[in-house]
């Protein structure tokens, strides 16, 4: 799937999320042609919900999107990461859009200022990697 652009199948949603079970941690997809700050809460809930459902502790979200959201909409969901759901849950973010990195390190640090046991990766090596340590 690497490089591959997703097709987003006719729905009213405005992404493709799909996970996969692995053994030591859950791994998310999600991937879009746009973003926002209600599309960004939509999916992570949807991710928050799987990680309760499944009881899983770890998580490898991948993110295709190519429109990115604001500074102030990126401050703002940050802020709101920890709350809903990811209580106890380590988080692993790497963003195919490398442009964005600089965005996604920004809100890391809100987001861990708040709670959230995360990192933004470059790769899904390095997030891997990460996620297994502890």
Excluded: H
């Excluded at 996969?20 to 919900?49: C, N, P, T």
Aim: proline share 3%; aromatic share 14%.
């Amino acid at each position: 799937m690497e490089g591959e652009k997703p097709k987003i199948p006719n729905s009213s949603k405005p992404y493709l999320l799909f996970f996969e079970y692995r053994s030591d941690y859950l791994y998310a997809f999600v991937a879009g042609d746009k973003d926002s700050y209600e599309i960004s809460k939509q999916f992570w809930l949807e991710i928050a919900a799987e990680c309760q459902k499944t009881a899983y502790q770890k998580i490898l979200i991948e993110e295709d999107i190519a429109e990115n959201v604001s500074m102030a909409d990126m401050y703002k969901f940050a802020s709101e990461i920890p709350k809903l759901g990811f209580s106890g849950i380590r988080v692993a973010f790497v963003d195919r859009q490398s442009e964005q990195q600089q965005l996604n390190k920004f809100g890391e640090t809100v987001a861990t200022n708040r709670g959230l046991l995360s990192r933004v990766f470059s790769n899904a090596a390095e997030a891997e990697k990460w996620l297994l340590s502890e």
